[in-house]
């Protein structure tokens, strides 16, 4: 039977979630999110999808030790038996635990092309390196911070006299579209037998 049930995980403002959200509304995203959950209880995304309606749990991790911290989440993850996960934004770094319970089954998506520019402040590293093109990445995670097999990568032009909030923008808008379009592809190829 077909598992289109996405787990969103975030710590912030949520934006891919919500242009997530959004293409399956419309109809362009055959999915649903079973879950949305966020590691910070003020987290503007969190409010976005209790406004929606949806299953949102917020699973604190201020003081909280790593290893008892996944093997929570992952508890409450296997609960809502996703076919997806989805990082969007959520700044934390997976153990192994979390990425061996869900092998190939974790997204995420990075304002940089990788393998370029991995961890924090990607737009910032890119300007600093002077290139011209940059852009953003959705990959299955990995162990390691930023890397893993990519799906899909849009590029975005660096211009002239672009700061970190100019780039960012333009960085956020090809995200918005790319998003979707990568979990379209591997809910596909998983529901078709070859994930
Ligand atoms: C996005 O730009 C995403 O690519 C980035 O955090 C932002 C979250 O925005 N993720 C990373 O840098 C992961 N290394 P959002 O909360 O509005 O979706």
């Not at 089954?105 to 402040?121: M, Q």
């Not at 890119?126 to 890397?147: I, N, P, Q, R």
Request: charged content about 25%.
């Amino acid at each position: 039977m077909d598992n289109r049930r996405l787990a969103i995980l975030l710590s912030g403002r949520g934006s891919n979630f919500v242009a997530i959200h959004e293409a399956i509304r419309r109809g362009d995203l055959n999915a649903t999110i079973c879950c949305v959950i966020s590691n910070v209880a003020e987290a503007a995304g969190f409010g976005r999808a209790r406004e929606f309606g949806l299953k949102a749990e917020c699973l604190p991790s201020k003081g909280a030790d790593r290893e008892a911290y996944d093997r929570r989440l992952v508890e409450k993850l296997i609960k809502y038996d996703p076919a997806l996960i989805c990082l969007a934004g959520f700044m934390r770094i997976l153990s192994p635990a979390v990425i061996r319970a869900f092998p190939k089954r974790i997204l995420n998506i990075h304002p940089a092309l990788l393998p370029s520019f991995p961890g924090l402040h990607a737009q910032r590293q890119a300007l600093e390196h002077g290139v011209k093109v940059s852009g953003c990445t959705v990959h299955f995670a990995d162990e390691g911070v930023d890397t893993g097999p990519i799906i899909l990568q849009r590029a975005v032009e660096v211009r002239e006299g672009d700061d970190e909030e100019t780039l960012s923008a333009r960085i956020l808008e090809q995200e918005h579209q790319a998003y979707w379009r990568a979990i379209a592809l591997v809910l596909d190829r998983m529901n078709a037998g070859a994930g």
